[in-house]
C-alpha cells in the first residue's frame, strides 16, 4: 500500500489530514492517490481537502461478518468521489445526500485511513 506516490497521503492521515491530488496542468482534482492524472496523465500535486462531503451512495452489509458496516461512496467539497467507510453512525440512518466529516479509524498495521462519520445533529433521514 505504502510507497513513494503515497507516502504524503498517509503522513497527512496520520496527523489528521486528509489530502486529495490536483493536477498540475489541467487543474482537475482525483482520487484515489496515484502520480499521474487520470484526465491528461499529467503531474499532481498534494493538497488538503476540507474533509466534508455527501453520501452520494451506500450499502449496509449485515451478513459479511460478526460486526455489520456501512460501504459508501462520499462526494467531497473539492469534487471527488471516494470509496469509503461510515463510522461511528447508526447504520439504519445513513441516507443519500447525509452531510458527513472525515475522521481517521487506525488499521492493523499503524497507518489511520480517512474514514466518514455523519454531520453532528445531521442524521436525519431526508
Not at 90 to 96: A, E, F, K, Y
Request: charged content about 20%.
Amino acid at each position: 500500500m505504502l510507497d513513494t506516490s503515497t507516502t504524503p497521503f498517509f503522513e497527512a492521515a496520520k496527523e489528521g489530514r486528509l489530502m486529495i491530488a490536483r493536477c498540475t496542468q489541467c487543474r482537475q482534482p482525483h482520487w484515489y492517490p496515484r502520480p499521474l492524472c487520470p484526465y491528461c496523465l499529467g503531474d499532481t500535486a498534494w493538497e488538503t481537502a476540507s474533509g466534508r462531503g455527501t453520501v452520494y451512495s451506500y450499502s449496509v452489509a449485515r451478513r459479511m461478518g460478526p460486526v455489520p458496516y456501512a460501504m459508501a461512496y462520499v462526494r467531497l467539497e473539492e469534487g471527488v468521489t471516494m470509496l469509503t467507510n461510515i463510522v461511528d453512525a447508526d447504520l439504519d440512518t445513513i441516507h443519500i445526500d447525509q452531510p458527513v466529516e472525515v475522521t481517521f479509524k487506525p488499521m492493523e498495521d499503524g497507518w489511520m485511513m480517512p474514514m466518514f462519520r455523519p454531520v453532528e445533529g445531521q442524521t436525519d433521514a431526508a
